[in-house]
Each structure stands twice: as structure tokens, then as C-alpha cells.
């Protein structure tokens, strides 16, 4: 089937004339007319319906289309990058029929080694992110930014409050990981940073991101799916939000974090959700096409330096606690990053990104904490 049937094309005078040569708008094969060709893309931009289910007589409405206004308006100098856009995901008659539609673009684009964007209102597209890539063998790593984590399962709760909780029940063979960023203690329900624990799953606040904003980069170098809830930016300075709070990530840190998942090897799905457009001040759209675009262009940057059967690319440290526990770093002479070695019964040996602050800790005889939870997921 092709996947042209499940898109509507863009409306071409919607987007501003004057546009120069070198933007987006040009470089870019975005489907006005002609479908575009996916098979050799190297990133897909895909809207979603605001709301998923198809209403008699209403015309579904897509947020991605302010956001596109910005994106395309950006220099292009990404030479290696070719960049399609294929409209916007027709809804279907409910909502786990448009999840299905977008499950099935996620994994022909990830067959074809397509990074897929998905741009959305609400954060429940990330399960057609997760289920697109779940058909393959690997397990997944999934990255999720929100002020809140989203596993609610009381009976008032909505799909919106309770999806997270839900990912975590149904996908649970498929998953390997998943790790929460900037979230919020005071907004957050202490059994659900519990469960986190529980599932040997990192997190990192909000207040410590804030505090130094590379921690966060191992967990993206990592990651398969990333799903970014714009709620986690702080209402002061990004207008555009269902509710504003004083408290988030700033438009430079949204910014880098996007740069260090952009640079990942494994990344096959991102996900940006929680514009709302009437709140915009005219800047908001703009701050979420440059996330978009320092995600994209990190791409040209990225570096292979994770081909651990050539010894030549590393240095090797290994530290011994007892006569039978030992851990082995790896620091790559390309780039500086490190890595550490995990071995689990039955299992192929894992190479799980980490800082220099980890191989600190072990120097000084303590385990690190993001080596003990990798064992502990491993041996479950």
C-alpha cells in the first residue's frame, strides 16, 4: 500500500512568498503537488490531526502548520541532509485508527532509515512512534521531555493524563529504557517517580538539567524515540502552552537538548507536542522550528564512533570492585565520549553511553549509578 493515501498536501499559498533561495522552503521536497520521494530521505516531517478522531462536517486543523511556516523560512546549509515533507496524516474514523495510520508511515520510514518528525498537539502520538518501531528485534530506548510524567490511571483521567503509564504496561518486552527529563517534583505524583526506581528506568529533573545541561546527553545519544511535551519549557518565555508555569526549560536549553539528540546514531522517531497556537506571541512557532532545525542539522555532525570491535577507536579502562564484578570503559579517541560495558546472562554484550563523571566514580571505587540500573534491567 502506498502511504501516499493516508496524507492530505500542503496548501502552497499558505506560505509566504520571498522565501530565500537558501531556506528550507526550497531545499526541502514538501508535497504541494507531487508526493514526495521518502525512499532515500533522510528526514520526514509529518503533521498531525490536532485531534485524532474524525468529526462529521469539521475539518481537522494541524499545528504543524505554523510551525512549518517558521521551519521553512530557515537557512539551509545541511548538504547531506535531504528533507521531505509529506503532509499532513489524514484522521481516521477514531482515534486508534489515526495511532494506526501513524504507526504504519513510522515503520516504512524506519525501514528505509528515514528519521521521522512528528509534529502534534497532543503527546499520545508518541504510542504510534514506540508501536512503529516495535516490530523490530532491537528494544527500544525512549526519551521523553515533560514537566509532568504522564501515568495517571485513576478513572478521571484522560488518555493524555494516563499514556505514559499505558506505554509502560503494553510495550514493556519491547523496551530497554526509558527516561524521563525535566520534570517537575512539586507537579509530579511521588509513586510514578517510584515506578521510574522500580524499573531501574533514569530521570533527570528539571533542576538538575538546568543546573548542567550535557547529563542529558548520554540518555539522547541513546535514544530510538524521542517524545518532547513543550509544557517543559517555562511559560515566561514560550507563550504557546495549554498552561503556562514559571518554572522549565528555557528556549536555549530545549534548543541543546534537540542538538545532542540530533547527533545520535540510533534516533529514528521525534516527536514535538503541546503547541497551542492561539496563545502564541509570536515567537512560540519560531522556538519550536529552531528545535526542529538544530535536531536536523546536528545530523550533519554526527560521528560513528561507537564500532567497538575496532579497538583503535578507544581507549579501555577497566576497574575491578571484587574478584568476580568488574566494569570496562570505553573513550573514543574521535570524539572524547565514553561508554560503559554491560554483561548480562544469555544476552549480547551492551554498550551503554556515559559521562565522564561515571568513569570518575568508578576510579574512586563507588559503581556508578546508571551502570547499577543498566545490570539490574538487563538481568530482569
Known sequence: MSIKILFDPL??????????SNTLFFTSHIYFDI???????????????????????????????????????MSFSMKEQSIVDLGNLRPGPTSE???????????????????????????????GQIKGLSHNSDLLNILIADAVMDMDTSLEATVEQSWLDHTLTHFAPKISEVVHLAHQSHLVNPEH????????????RLGEIKSNTIIAEPYLRDAHVLSFDLQSLIGTEFKALKELRPFGLSPMEAVQLCWYAGHSQHLQTAGFYGYEQANDDGLSASIVATM??????????????????????FRKFT????????????????????????????????????????????????????????LLRLAE
Not at 528519521?115 to 497532543?122: A, Y
Request: net charge negative; hydrophobic share 35%; glycine share 4%.
Open 35 to 73: 508526493f514526495p520521494d521518502y525512499a532515500k530521505a533522510s528526514v520526514a516531517i509529518i503533521g498531525v490531526p490536532d485531534f485524532p478522531a474524525l468529526s462529521e462536517g469539521v475539518a481537522p486543523t494541524y499545528i504543524a502548520n505554523d510551525i512549518r511556516k517558521e521551519l521553512y523560512k
Open 193 to 204: 517517580t517510584l515506578t521510574f526506581d522500580r524499573l531501574n528506568f533514569n530521570q533527570l
Open 11 to 20: 496548501d502552497e499559498d499558505a506560505f509566504e512568498y520571498g522565501y530565500q
Open 292 to 313: 526542529i532545525w538544530y535536531l536536523i542539522d546536528a545530523r550533519n555532525y554526527r560521528i560513528d564512533d561507537a564500532s567497538f570491535a575496532d579497538s583503535s577507536n
Open 319 to 374: 576497574f575491578s570492585f571484587t574478584d568476580t564484578e568488574h566494569i570496562t570503559f570505553y573513550r573514543s579517541l574521535k570524539t572524547g565520549r565514553w561508554w560503559f560495558e554491560v554483561l548480562a546472562d544469555d544476552m549480547p554484550t551492551q554498550y551503554i553511553a556515559c559521562d565522564l563523571q561515571d568513569y570518575q566514580d568508578a576510579s574512586n571505587g563507588d559503581i556508578p549509578t546508571r551502570y547499577m540500573r543498566a
Open 97 to 127: 485508527d489515526t495511532y494506526r495510520r501513524l504507526t504504519e508511515v513510522v515503520e516504512l520510514l524506519s525501514d528505509k532509515g528515514t528519521l521521522s518528525i512528528i509534529i502534534g498537539k497532543s503527546q499520545v502520538y508518541t504510542l
